[in-house]
């Protein structure tokens, strides 16, 4: 299993990069899983469907499954921040690649997704500067990075230059497994 964080600020673009990466690592046959951080109100499930139904009982878990997909949900008793690494051990470890959305300061490599700011916001940088696991950045305008860096630097939109340059250094993304406790 190979793992990429997709590290920026919201509104940066980390979103549709994963969306354009996916299908260009599944054409040189990889399968891709996400783990994504949400707000803490998110929910997949829609009133009155017989899973939301079975929630609202107070179930703690419901897997709705058919022929083609599975969906766990589970409800947590008392707030719960799970840590990237209890997410991937959540996922299929026949995964060729997972993509990581939101986990900006997590210990895992990186590709920062940095977009100019528009007129009178703040310029703001994750840390490719001194995050060390950032490998790479991918901005909309290389030329007015906030700060120099030696690291490769791709444009937002080449999402088959990056995929390529995932797969070419594959190798740098192997996963680690981390106990979490």
């Avoid at 209890?86 to 939101?102: F, K, M, N, S, Y």
């Avoid at 030696?150 to 993304?173: E, T, Y």
């Amino acid at each position: 299993m190979k793992v990429i964080g997709l590290a920026g600020f919201s509104g940066a673009g980390k979103t549709t990069l994963a969306e354009r990466l996916i299908p260009v690592l599944k054409r040189h046959g990889q399968r891709v899983s996400v783990v994504k951080h949400a707000h803490h109100k998110f929910d997949v499930d829609h009133p009155g469907k017989d899973t939301w139904r079975h929630r609202e009982a107070g179930a703690f878990e419901v897997v709705a499954a058919s022929d083609r997909r599975l969906a766990l949900m589970r409800e947590f008793e008392e707030p719960t921040q799970l840590g990237v690494h209890a997410l991937i051990a959540e996922l299929d470890p026949r995964v060729d690649w997972v993509l990581v959305e939101g986990f900006k300061h997590g210990d895992l490599p990186k590709l920062e997704v940095w977009r100019q700011p528009a007129a009178g916001e703040p310029v703001r940088a994750v840390g490719y500067g001194d995050d060390p696991f950032v490998m790479a950045v991918a901005t909309d305008d290389p030329a007015r990075l906030p700060v120099a860096t030696a690291l490769p630097v791709f444009d937002l939109d080449d999402a088959d230059g990056i995929g390529a340059w995932l797969l070419q250094h594959q190798g740098r993304f192997d996963y680690k497994v981390k106990h979490h406790g």
